[in-house]
């Protein structure tokens, strides 16, 4: 499992474990992806 920091609906780290304060995501969610409080997105280009 991996977790991911989020600041302000955008994902600023990844990291393996889980964190507290993290949002639980797999493997496809990356720096630079929107969080909306339900889902992962790619950002737009």
């Known amino acids: 499992m991996k977790s991911a920091e989020i ?3 955008i994902v ?8 507290a304060g ?4 797999d493997d ?3 720096i630079g992806d929107h969080w909306d409080g339900q889902v992962f ?5």
């Open 7 to 9: 600041k302000n609906g």
């Open 41 to 45: 997105t790619k950002p737009k280009n």
């Open 28 to 30: 496809t969610v990356a």
């Open 12 to 19: 600023v780290n990844v990291v393996l474990g889980q964190v």
């Open 22 to 25: 993290y949002v639980p995501c």
